[in-house]
């Protein structure tokens, strides 16, 4: 028999909250010129620093994907609207325009975002900006200068201004020679994807610019997220979202990944739940700089089966792309994220009961 898990709840939820019609994503494709570095590598870094009694002064770059708006939203009702900074190099649409502070912010102009951290007196930093898996397969230069050029930038105005970073990774850290099931946060990390070594490297240079210059870097590496009211932009994991749009828009789902493929998976409440915790973790809990975290995991077939039992006609098939399938057949199984669990008690809400065994 099958391992099937019960994602129920997720599916539920998600098909509860999927308004759809939103457009797809677009990762807008130009030419990338090198930002200007100015931090020398003995710099001591000097900023006037926030009390913790004030709220933060937040920024979240790359915000217009599929994680920033609920990300801001999160972290409006929390700190307040005006708190909040949104930015992207998208056009927002008129409910996210008008929801709190949008500003434009290229991560490759380090002079525009500067300028942006000063003048806002920006205290925390949530980068999410970057191309992923899939995309950045098709477009290796962009997605090394968005995701490699991008993050020095941001590291380099992070350390200046004595910001709070918090930049995610992805079970695509790891690679075809990692312990899939289950990957520990400690392991060989060799991906082979351009996604996945930008994200190895964000890894490094945080915990170094943690270390050399007293950066307070925080770094999750998520799963893959599905949510109902965002499109994802771009990876091996988009089918898991897809699914409830199409499920819902058109009765019929082709997906591109074999129907045995397992992945981590997480619902995006959870993931944004568990950003916002870490980042206001005490330092002193953080025995180390990046974490997995967990939830479910599951594959087409068995996520399949679960909308079907709330969407009965929903037709499945199945047009594997090699491209996506490969990376997949790379990437962890099932996460182990005992140690966010034990340092700052991390925990989902969107679970998966073991309701049935293996066998
Ligand atoms: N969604 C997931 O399943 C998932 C899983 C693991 C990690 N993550 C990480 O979380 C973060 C957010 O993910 P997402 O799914 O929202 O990504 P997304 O692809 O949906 O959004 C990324 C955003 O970055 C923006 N961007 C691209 N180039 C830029 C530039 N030069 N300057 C500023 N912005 C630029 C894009 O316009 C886009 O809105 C990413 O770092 C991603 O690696 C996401
Ligand atoms: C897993 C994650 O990093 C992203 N959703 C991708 O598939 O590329």
Same mark, same amino acid.
């Given at each position: 028999?099958?391992?099937?898990?019960?994602v129920s709840?997720?599916?539920?939820?998600?098909?509860?909250?999927?308004?759809c019609?939103?457009?797809i994503?677009?990762?807008?494709?130009?030419c990338?010129?090198?930002?200007?570095?100015?931090?020398a590598?003995d710099?001591?870094?000097?900023s006037v620093?926030?009390?913790?009694?004030d709220h933060?002064?937040?920024?979240?770059?790359g915000?217009?994907?599929q994680l920033?708006?609920?990300?801001?939203?999160?972290?409006?009702?929390?700190?307040?609207?005006?708190?909040?900074i949104?930015?992207?190099?998208?056009?927002?649409?008129?409910?996210v325009?008008?929801s709190?502070?949008?500003i434009?912010?290229?991560?490759?102009?380090y002079?525009?975002l500067r300028?942006?951290?000063?003048?806002?007196?920006?205290?925390?930093?949530?980068?999410?900006?970057?191309?992923?898996?899939?995309?950045g397969?098709?477009?290796?230069?962009?997605a090394?200068?968005v995701?490699?050029?991008?993050?020095?930038?941001?590291?380099?105005?992070?350390?200046?201004?004595?910001?709070?970073?918090?930049?995610?990774?992805t079970i695509?850290a790891?690679?075809p020679?990692?312990?899939?099931?289950?990957?520990?946060?400690?392991?060989?990390?060799?991906?082979?994807?351009?996604?996945?070594?930008?994200?190895?490297?964000a890894?490094?240079?945080?915990?170094?610019?943690?270390?050399r210059y007293?950066?307070d870097?925080?770094?999750l590496?998520?799963?893959?997220i599905i949510?109902?009211?965002?499109?994802?932009?771009g990876?091996?994991?988009?089918?898991?979202?897809?699914?409830?749009?199409d499920?819902i828009?058109?009765?019929?789902?082709?997906?591109?990944?074999?129907?045995?493929?397992?992945?981590p998976?997480?619902y995006?409440?959870?993931?944004?739940?568990?950003?916002? !915790? *870490?980042?206001? &973790?005490p @330092?002193?809990?953080?025995? %180390?700089?990046t974490?997995n975290?967990? =939830?479910?995991?599951?594959?087409?077939?068995e996520?399949?089966?679960?909308?079907q039992?709330?969407?009965?006609?929903l037709q499945?098939?199945?047009?594997?792309? !090699? *491209?996506?399938? &490969?990376? @997949?057949?790379?990437?962890? %199984?099932?996460?182990d994220?005992?140690? =966010?669990?034990r340092?700052?008690?991390w925990k989902?809400?969107?679970?998966?009961?073991?309701e049935?065994?293996?066998?």
């Amino acid at each position: 028999m099958p391992i099937v898990k019960n994602v129920s709840r997720a599916v539920s939820q998600l098909l509860q909250s999927s308004g759809c019609g939103c457009g797809i994503s677009i990762v807008p494709v130009r030419c990338i010129g090198v930002s200007p570095r100015q931090v020398a590598s003995d710099a001591s870094f000097h900023s006037v620093s926030f009390s913790e009694s004030d709220h933060p002064r937040v920024l979240i770059t790359g915000g217009l994907g599929q994680l920033g708006v609920g990300l801001a939203k999160l972290l409006r009702k929390r700190f307040g609207k005006n708190n909040v900074i949104l930015s992207d190099i998208r056009k927002p649409a008129d409910h996210v325009f008008h929801s709190g502070p949008f500003i434009y912010s290229d991560i490759l102009d380090y002079k525009n975002l500067r300028e942006i951290v000063v003048n806002n007196r920006i205290t925390w930093l949530f980068h999410y900006s970057a191309l992923l898996s899939a995309v950045g397969e098709a477009n290796v230069p962009l997605a090394r200068a968005v995701n490699i050029t991008g993050l020095h930038n941001v590291l380099d105005i992070a350390a200046e201004h004595n910001l709070r970073l918090f930049v995610p990774s992805t079970i695509g850290a790891f690679g075809p020679t990692s312990p899939r099931d289950p990957t520990p946060d400690l392991c060989i990390q060799r991906p082979r994807t351009i996604y996945g070594v930008s994200k190895v490297h964000a890894e490094l240079m945080g915990e170094y610019y943690h270390y050399r210059y007293g950066l307070d870097f925080r770094c999750l590496r998520y799963p893959g997220i599905i949510s109902a009211d965002s499109q994802p932009g771009g990876g091996t994991t988009d089918y898991a979202v897809q699914i409830f749009h199409d499920a819902i828009k058109t009765g019929k789902f082709q997906c591109n990944l074999k129907p045995d493929t397992r992945l981590p998976m997480m619902y995006i409440d959870d993931c944004l739940k568990a950003t916002l !915790e *870490v980042m206001e &973790a005490p @330092a002193e809990a953080l025995t %180390m700089r990046t974490y997995n975290i967990s =939830a479910m995991s599951f594959t087409p077939e068995e996520l399949a089966q679960e909308v079907q039992k709330h969407i009965p006609e929903l037709q499945v098939t199945y047009n594997v792309d !090699e *491209v996506r399938q &490969a990376i @997949a057949d790379s990437w962890p %199984m099932n996460f182990d994220d005992s140690n =966010a669990r034990r340092d700052w008690g991390w925990k989902h809400d969107y679970d998966l009961p073991e309701e049935e065994s293996r066998g």
